[in-house]
């Protein structure tokens, strides 16, 4: 198994069983207020994320809390920047005041998939963080615009593949309304991931195999079947 590969999780989002999640995690992407989330519940995540000396990081999104972050939404582009650095900011205030360290940026739902595949928005959103936040890496599809755009302005990178979502050929995620999208047993998560793991590979839904390499891969929070599969894929990690 390829122990580098590190477990990610997006936390802070309301899930009853969240955690119970925490123990099978490396870091977790927190809500900041975008899609969900306020203060409270940051700081509660946060802090259950110390007590067993977790990593976490910011995970900013598109302002909208109707379609959770997980529908494009049009902005001008100072108002998209000014509430992601109001979300972001509130994140690190409540993890300076735990005396936690700032892991990384992650952009949520729509967001990290409008700015993978449009290249004038990873610019923005690229530029923005290496103006206000030069130090934290940011997790990136390999391949993506995001990852073009954030290596050109010279910010850190984590480039990251999801465990428990299919692919397209063009090394997209398969959109959660086609059958197959989202993965929930164990036997399925295995399979799919085995090849990232051992050979730095995905296999697409067609069936396509990719050469790709990844430091992090995310398991969704709000996935049916993770109390079930996360255990068992981390005790094999």
Known sequence: ?????????????????????????HAASVAC?????????????VLACGELEKKVGAHPSYPDRKNFGRKSYRMHRMQLLDTL???????????????????????????????????????????????????????????????????????????????????????LLLPRTEKGALLTSFEEIEAHISPMLKESKIHTKSGKEIKVSAETICFHGDNPGILDFLPKIFSKW
């Open 1 to 25: 198994m390829q122990k580098s590969l590190q477990i990610n999780i997006d936390l802070g989002e309301g899930v009853p069983h969240e955690k119970k999640l925490i123990p099978y995690l």
């Open 33 to 45: 207020g975008g899609h969900y989330g306020d203060r409270d519940s940051i700081r509660e995540t």
């Open 85 to 171: 650095l109001e979300q972001i900011h509130l994140f690190q205030e409540i993890i300076q005041a735990q005396e936690m360290d700032f892991d990384h940026i992650k952009f949520h739902g729509a967001l990290y998939n409008d700015a993978a595949s449009q290249p004038e928005l990873a610019n923005w959103l690229s530029e923005f963080l290496y103006s206000e936040f030069p130090e934290i890496p940011v997790f990136v599809p390999p391949f993506s615009e995001m990852e073009r755009a954030a290596k050109f302005v010279g910010l850190k990178t984590r480039k990251e593949l999801f465990g428990d979502r299919a692919y397209t050929d063009q090394l």
